[in-house]
């Protein structure tokens, strides 16, 4: 007989947090909200980690390089959806990782010979406004000059004319050897009032060029999540059928963080490929799995699948349809606390920590704020970045109202990629997501801001500084449908949505 389990799937929602003492200490600028995303030995302390603990989801509607670069510079990271070609998720993952390196590699390139028109059309194309001129017009070759926006006026100029009489040469050029380091090279830019500094090697040829504007960028930015070359974190999500491959190409372009993907991770072929990428890149990589939804395959991942992080959440995604179609998931806040339970006792007889990430149905500020409480080290969110301006989709209007196109990984819409290419796709039969519109929210950054403010705020309340403090201190309650009511404002009259009075 099945075994029917004693307990009730319940989500954040249905909880809410008690104050604690919050001292004169508990102030928002005090709050750390760095958080582990890869397994450590309790006694060394914490590795790999975000800022902010924030990840967006990997979806082809959601985490594109634009939506990486934004949320790199809050401290998240975004992984990168594998529903794609390995060739052009490696070159998303290229495209966040040259952002801001601090040291940039020049890709707006020409020779001497070309015209200013040429010049004008690389700028449109890249939206870069410096252009390297090399020996040959291509990376990595000698440099001649460089000629920016400043040199010539598209309006004014004869756009037929040849650069070589516009361009600043290489003489006149302030410029520093390869090697040098971002302090120094910072320094120069400042003394000699230069808004870009050409790095060469020894034979003259152009490796970098580093920019003014992206160290005033980077003291806008406290919380950026970087790597050790001061280039933006960015992770990338891997299926279960051609991970060595994918892997090695991301891991190629840089990648941070891999994921495998999986909407029930708890099988054989995820601890099958998580060892192979182990036993191929070591400690190289930060490796995750997933999603799980109880304690047994938490151990599952942990002991068989060795990954660094799992991912915790089955059909709770606002765009998902698992449950109804499979019968299959759990509560999100029931799973997070089993996992987190489950978590806590294998830290206290191993001293490893494994974080935990949980993933989907996150519908506002106070849900990620109860899930962090209840145990989670950082949130996945797909609807919430999916609504931002730097999601990959385009904006549409629809009745006065801003909308993003938003669908699920398991929809068609999203499969379709791949049509062609596994036969299993051929074989598909019904869908697990929809397809579907969010409201536009703006910038990214904007609205993180917002949710980091709420979330400082409430830890402050609770009476911690740090998200391990939360986990350990959080008092949390149960409430009852009325609770909810009274907590809400519905014994007054909103002036939005007042009738207009009719005498008037
Ligand atoms: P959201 O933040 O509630 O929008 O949920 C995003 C999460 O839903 C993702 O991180 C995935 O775990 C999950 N997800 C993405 N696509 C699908 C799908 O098509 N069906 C079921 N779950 C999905």
């Given at each position: 007989m ?15 947090l008690?104050?604690?003492l919050?001292?004169?200490?508990h ?13 450590y030995?309790?006694k060394?302390?914490?590795r ?6 924030f ?5 082809q509607a959601?985490?594109?390089p634009?939506?990486a ?7 998240g990271s975004a992984?990168?959806f ?8 490696a070159?998303?993952?290229r ?6 390196a601090g040291?940039?590699?020049?890709d707006?390139n020409l ?13 449109r194309?890249?939206?870069?406004s410096t ?6 017009g291509g990376r990595n070759t000698?440099?001649l000059?460089?000629?920016t926006?400043?040199?010539?006026w598209e309006?004014?100029d004869?756009?037929?004319?040849c650069v ?5 040469p ?5 410029m520093?050897?390869?090697g040098v ?8 830019l ?7 500094l050409?790095?060469v090697?020894?034979?003259?040829c ?7 504007k992206?160290?005033?960028?980077h003291h806008?930015?406290p919380d ?5 070359r001061?280039r933006?974190?960015v ?5 279960t059928?051609?991970y060595?491959?994918r892997a090695?190409?991301?891991v ?5 963080c891999?994921?495998?993907?999986s ?20 400690d ?13 395959a ?12 799992v991912?915790?959440g089955i ?11 499979k ?12 996992v ?9 007889e191993?001293g490893i920590?494994?974080p ?7 519908n506002?500020d106070?849900?990620?704020i109860v899930?962090?409480?209840m145990?989670a080290?950082f ?8 609504m931002?301006?730097?999601?990959p989709t ?5 009745r006065?109202?801003l909308?993003?196109p938003?669908?699920g ?6 499969r ?5 290419k596994?036969?299993?796709?051929a074989h ?10 969010v ?10 801001e ?10 402050c309340n ?9 986990h350990d ?7 009852s449908e ?5 907590g ?5 009259e ?9 005498e008037?």
């Amino acid at each position: 007989m099945a075994i029917i389990i004693d307990d009730v799937s319940h989500t954040f929602h249905e909880y809410l947090l008690l104050p604690g003492l919050t001292t004169k200490e508990h102030i928002a600028s005090n709050v750390t909200l760095k958080t582990p995303i890869q397994r450590y030995n309790l006694k060394d302390g914490i590795r790999g980690h975000l800022n902010t603990p924030f990840v967006s989801a990997a979806m082809q509607a959601v985490s594109g390089p634009e939506l990486a670069i934004a949320l790199a510079r809050k401290g998240g990271s975004a992984f990168i959806f594998c529903s794609q070609s390995i060739e052009s998720q490696a070159q998303m993952v290229r495209k966040v990782k040259e952002h801001k390196a601090g040291f940039v590699e020049s890709d707006s390139n020409l020779a001497p010979t070309a015209t200013l028109g040429d010049a004008l059309a690389l700028r449109r194309k890249t939206g870069h406004s410096t252009i390297a001129i090399t020996e040959n017009g291509g990376r990595n070759t000698k440099l001649l000059g460089l000629l920016t926006s400043k040199d010539f006026w598209e309006y004014k100029d004869d756009l037929t004319q040849c650069v070589s009489g516009f361009y600043t040469p290489r003489e006149k050029l302030v410029m520093a050897e390869e090697g040098v380091s971002l302090q120094d090279a910072t320094n120069l830019l400042w003394k000699h009032k230069k808004e870009c500094l050409p790095v060469v090697d020894k034979n003259g040829c152009l490796k970098f060029l580093v920019f003014r504007k992206d160290y005033f960028d980077h003291h806008s930015y406290p919380d950026e999540l970087t790597d050790g070359r001061k280039r933006l974190v960015v992770g990338a999500a891997l299926n279960t059928y051609d991970y060595m491959e994918r892997a090695s190409a991301l891991v190629e372009a840089g990648v941070d963080c891999l994921c495998l993907d999986s909407s029930d991770g708890y099988s054989e072929w995820q601890a099958e490929a998580a060892r192979q990428l182990r036993a191929k890149f070591g400690d190289k990589i930060v490796l995750g799995g997933g999603n799980i939804v109880s304690a047994d395959a938490f151990r599952y991942m942990v002991e068989k699948a060795e990954v660094d992080f799992v991912k915790v959440g089955i059909g709770g995604g606002s765009i998902c349809i698992t449950r109804e179609q499979k019968g299959i998931g759990r509560g999100q806040a029931s799973a997070i606390m089993d996992v987190a339970h489950e978590r806590n006792k294998y830290a206290r007889e191993t001293g490893i920590y494994i974080p935990i990430c949980s993933d989907g149905g996150l519908n506002s500020d106070t849900q990620m704020i109860v899930a962090l409480a209840m145990g989670a080290d950082f949130v996945m969110m797909g609807k919430y970045f999916a609504m931002t301006e730097e999601s990959p989709t385009a904006k549409i209007s629809y009745r006065g109202r801003l909308y993003k196109p938003y669908w699920g990984e398991g929809s068609n819409r999203a499969r379709n990629w791949q049509r062609y290419k596994q036969s299993e796709a051929a074989h598909l039969v019904f869908e697990e997501g929809v397809d579907a519109y969010v409201p536009y929210s703006g910038p990214l950054a904007d609205k993180v801001e917002v949710s980091l403010v709420k979330l400082k705020s409430t830890m402050c309340n609770v009476g911690v500084l740090s998200l391990s403090e939360f986990h350990d201190k959080a008092r949390l309650t149960r409430v009852s449908e009325m609770t909810v009511v009274e907590g809400g404002t519905s014994t007054v009259e909103m002036l939005d949505r007042m009738q207009p009075n009719s005498e008037s």
